[in-house]
């Protein structure tokens, strides 16, 4: 049974999204605050954490950066707020995705269960590969231990970053809209929404490319979308 952690400081939304999610077979524990909820998070195992990002103490930016400093495990962020600034600013420090509230129980639900679909597949996938290396122009990416090196230099990466790279370096030259690989790494329909994808290629450029706003790797094709470069 896979275990959620939900960081919210709303009793009343928590245990709705409890209920639905312990109606799915999850196993659930409840935080109300952010120094209570990182704590619960860096000293027991889950599998996913649903974090709130308007938090009494530490607020869900500081959680999900002080979490994925230790953990790669798939952070969902959601919020009332809806400027994309502030999701722009989740996904940048490490969410996986960001639901703007209100929102329904179910679609929670479905989020929560792509997510871990996908990250126990990948995890899978790797425990069975032998020295699995993608190498491509001083880009080392190491999928059986989920590293990436770039000329000899481990750069950290989280999990969809890590995923989004090792797709466009397997199918170099070929050109994908950002609805396209919003479905591929992610799992489910962007619904307009490509934010997501813009800030992890910008995140990626930032640790691959000497010089980001030049990018030799990841080449924007305008009004398309993007492509590997070899």
């Known amino acids: 049974m896979s275990k959620i952690l939900i960081i919210e400081d709303e009793q009343a939304i928590a245990e709705l999204e409890k209920d639905y999610l312990e109606l799915s077979d999850f196993e659930v524990v409840i935080k109300n605050?952010?120094?209570?909820?990182?704590?619960?998070?860096?000293?027991?195992?889950?599998?996913?954490?649903?974090?709130?990002?308007?938090?009494?103490?530490?607020?869900?930016?500081?959680?999900?950066?002080?979490?994925?400093?230790?953990?790669?495990?798939?952070?969902?962020?959601?919020?009332?707020?809806?400027?994309?600034?502030?999701?722009?600013?989740?996904?940048?420090?490490?969410?996986?995705?960001?639901?703007?509230?209100?929102?329904?129980?179910?679609?929670?639900?479905?989020?929560?269960?792509?997510?871990?679909?996908?990250?126990?597949?990948?995890?899978?996938?790797?425990?069975k590969q032998q020295n699995d290396i993608v190498e491509i122009r001083g880009i080392r990416i190491d999928k059986t231990a989920r590293r990436v090196y770039v000329d000899g230099e481990e750069k950290i990466f989280t999990t969809k970053e890590f995923d989004l790279l090792t797709f466009l370096a397997e199918n170099p030259n070929h050109v994908y809209t950002k609805e396209e690989l919003f479905r591929e790494i992610w799992d489910m329909d962007s619904i307009g929404d490509i934010a997501t994808v813009t800030v992890h290629i910008k995140k990626i450029r930032e640790k691959i490319e000497k010089d980001s706003a030049k990018p030799q790797y990841i080449e924007t094709i305008w009004g398309v979308g993007y492509r590997f470069k070899i």
Not at 69 to 78: G, L, S, T
Not at 97 to 124: C, I, Q, W
């Open 33 to 127: 605050d952010g120094e209570s909820g990182l704590e619960s998070a860096l000293h027991n195992e889950f599998d996913l954490i649903v974090l709130d990002l308007m938090l009494p103490g530490l607020d869900g930016f500081e959680v999900c950066r002080r979490i994925r400093e230790e953990k790669d495990i798939p952070v969902i962020m959601v919020s009332a707020k809806k400027d994309d600034i502030d999701k722009i600013r989740g996904l940048g420090l490490g969410a996986d995705d960001y639901m703007t509230k209100p929102f329904s129980p179910s679609e929670l639900v479905a989020r929560v269960k792509a997510h871990l679909a996908r990250f126990n597949r990948l995890v899978g996938v790797a425990s």
